[in-house]
């Protein structure tokens, strides 16, 4: 009887953990983001980089100061993500700077749709990396992510290291 029920605990934990698993289905680093028209955004001098040691790719992108409200930057991936539940993952890099108010928003064919407010946790520490989470309930499949400076401030975004698509 003690084996029967271990092999049933052990059963319903292996198919639980496997349930809560996600998959990250793209991922792209913070200094792969595009201008409009399909222009590195770092040609256009709307991205600074530089280098952090812990970064994935050894450097960390942040949107410049100088953006002007509704000014923005996209990540596009090459795989489009399906329709229905995903997140978008923000891997970003806290310092002491302050930053402005950026919007999060989805792309796809038919256009773009407003998500959420990129929001660092209060909590956050300096020269700490955090990971912030958006929520994505898409009704078609979509390939890329937009963060559009919400507020006129001269204060620039936060440092990315990674904007990846999580699928449950």
Request: charged share 25%; aromatic share 8%; with cysteine.
């Amino acid at each position: 009887m003690k084996i029967q029920l271990l092999s049933l605990a052990a059963l319903t934990l292996c198919f639980a953990t496997a349930a809560s698993a996600e998959t990250v289905h793209q991922k792209a680093n913070g200094d792969k983001a595009f201008a409009s028209a399909g222009v590195s955004a770092l040609d256009k001098k709307l991205v600074e980089v530089k280098d952090e040691a812990k970064a994935d790719d050894g450097k960390i992108t942040r949107i410049v100061g100088s953006t002007p409200q509704w000014g923005f930057v996209s990540y596009w991936f090459g795989i489009a993500a399906p329709a229905g539940k995903s997140t978008i993952r923000f891997h970003i890099y806290v310092d002491a700077d302050p930053i402005a108010d950026f919007g999060v928003y989805r792309l796809s064919p038919s256009g773009q749709e407003f998500l959420a407010k990129l929001k660092i946790p209060a909590d956050a520490k300096p020269n700490t990396y955090v990971t912030v989470d958006v929520p994505v309930d898409a009704k078609e499949d979509w390939s890329g992510v937009a963060l559009k400076k919400m507020v006129a401030s001269d204060k620039p975004g936060p440092w990315i290291d990674t904007v990846s698509v999580v699928l449950p």
